[in-house]
T-cell receptor, first 114, second 116 residues
Framework: EAGVAQSPRYKIIEKRQSVAFWCNPISGHATLYWYQQILGQGPKLLIQFQNNGVVDDSQLPKDRFSAERLKGVDSTLKIQPAKLEDSAVYLC????????????FGSGTRLTVV | AQKITQTQPGMFVQEKEAVTLDCTYDTSDQSYGLFWYKQPSSGEMIFLIYQGSYDEQNATEGRYSLNFQKARKSANLVISASQLGDSAMYFCAMREGGAGGFKTIFGAGTRLFVKA
């Protein structure tokens, strides 16, 4: 089966600019996660979707970050405006449902804010 | 307070030897799950092994085994017969949750270097 697809692979932007990341989960996976991984740290959950509804966005900085999962398949994570501290790898993962422990991760998008 | 603690930022192991990566956790839940993921330089997280809190036997997957000590709240990963391809970051993670579903939190990771 195809894995979790993410694009772009790398992105460099200036602070105060906006950026968007795209994720296509494994076909049939109802649950989608966005994680932020700052260099030297473990991934931190930003938002979790069940189909096209948000299950948990408690750690999403909502003043600048937004995410959507229209039609319950692909998802987009946006940052506007970006800050230097947003430099990180953004990982998308999916699972069959929110009770599954088998997450499949994508390769991530490495964002550098200068 | 940190819920997942990995105290070893970096570890070295000789090829073909075994290595143990430490992980301690903190939770008040009775039902939880513990995972180990590998993250090579390519960036993606690869699931290695899972242990449920009610599992009485330690989980094993090929060369990976999880040394689960519930009373001590530790879930160490043992890699036997290390290979050069095992050089990577390793993350311990814990799944907690309830009716709304599960949330998985990760430790800071341990970087493993396998020497030829």
């Amino acid at each position: 089966e195809a894995g979790v697809a993410q694009s772009p692979r790398y992105k460099i932007i200036e602070k105060r600019q906006s950026v968007a990341f795209w994720c296509n989960p494994i076909s049939g996976h109802a649950t989608l996660y966005w994680y932020q991984q700052i260099l030297g740290q473990g991934p931190k959950l930003l938002i979790q979707f069940q189909n096209n509804g948000v299950v948990d966005d408690s750690q999403l900085p909502k003043d600048r970050f937004s995410a959507e999962r229209l039609k319950g398949v692909d998802s987009t994570l946006k940052i506007q405006p970006a800050k230097l501290e947003d430099s990180a790898v953004y990982l998308c993962a999916s699972s069959l449902d929110r009770f599954s422990y088998g997450y499949t991760f994508g390769s991530g998008t490495r964002l550098t804010v200068v | 307070a940190q819920k997942i603690t990995q105290t070893q930022p970096g570890m070295f192991v000789q090829e073909k030897e075994a290595v143990t990566l430490d992980c301690t956790y903190d939770t008040s839940d009775q039902s939880y799950g513990l995972f180990w993921y590998k993250q090579p330089s390519s960036g993606e997280m690869i699931f290695l092994i899972y242990q449920g809190s009610y599992d009485e036997q330690n989980a094993t997957e090929g060369r990976y085994s999880l040394n689960f000590q519930k009373a001590r709240k530790s879930a160490n990963l043992v890699i036997s017969a290390s290979q050069l391809g095992d050089s990577a970051m390793y993350f311990c993670a814990m799944r907690e949750g309830g009716a709304g579903g599960f949330k998985t939190i990760f430790g800071a990771g341990t970087r493993l270097f396998v020497k030829a």
